[in-house]
């Protein structure tokens, strides 16, 4: 079975600190992991990918992450964030060779507040 | 614009009255998923379908039916809510390759009295 976990359930950082978001996974396979971000009151939107190749992978808004296959890790993380980056934030999996009906499972997800 | 809609966006209701939520996207896609979201828990997939007529159960599909009938549209059915239904509901859709972005609508937030 896959899952996801998301260790903090909240992440506060000043604007202008680099942000970070902990993400590690666990698939029987080889993982195809996401990132999304969920705004208040709207839709999850998609932020980047990895697949395969680099395991440095940018995305939407100046955000990348880091795929580390030892540590089955995905951090997220931004260099200098922005008050609007305060946003809820998801790390989610999918086996490569299993997920059934192309499932992807999610973490908890974890709560960014970008202070001023 | 590329997007997948949901109707409708609130709805509070009672508990055993029946009620569909509806999806729909423009992209051509044949995957659609349903999923919830509760705090803490992230999001857990009810149903999804990989084309016109072939829908399977996700992680959570007690007290939930889907139909797909147009390759566009998937809705979602719950035929007697409970309060334990009480959520934030998502539709998600894409192509059928593993690699592909799944993309979200906007939300359903339900409450079941």
């Known amino acids: 079975a896959q899952s996801v976990a998301q260790p903090e359930d909240q992440v506060n950082v000043a604007e202008g600190n680099p942000l970070t978001v902990k993400c590690t996974y666990s698939v029987s396979g080889n993982p195809y992991l996401f990132w999304y971000v969920q705004y208040p009151n709207r839709g999850l939107q998609f932020l980047l990918k990895y697949i395969t190749g680099d395991n440095l992978v940018k995305g939407s808004y100046g955000f990348e992450a880091e795929f580390n296959k030892s540590q089955t890790s995905f951090h997220l993380k931004k260099p200098s964030a922005l008050v609007s980056d305060s946003a809820l934030y998801f790390c989610?999996?999918?086996?490569?060779?299993?997920?059934?009906?192309?499932?992807?499972?999610f973490g908890g997800g974890t709560r960014v507040l970008v202070k001023p | 614009e590329a997007q997948v809609t949901q109707n409708p966006r609130y709805l509070i209701t009672v508990t055993g009255k029946k009620l569909t939520v509806t999806c729909s996207q423009n992209m051509n896609h044949e995957y659609m998923s349903w999923y919830r979201q509760d705090p803490g828990l992230g999001l857990r997939q009810i149903y999804y379908s990989m084309n016109v007529e072939v829908t399977d159960k996700g992680d959570v599909p007690e007290g939930y039916k889907v139909s797909r009938k147009e390759k566009r549209n998937f809705p979602l059915i719950l035929e007697s809510p409970s309060p334990n239904q009480t959520s934030l509901y998502f539709c998600a859709s894409s192509l059928m390759r593993d690699t592909d972005t799944q993309y979200f609508g906007p939300g359903t937030r339900l409450t079941v009295l």
């Open positions: 989610a999996v999918r086996d490569k060779f299993k997920a059934a009906g192309n499932k992807l499972t």
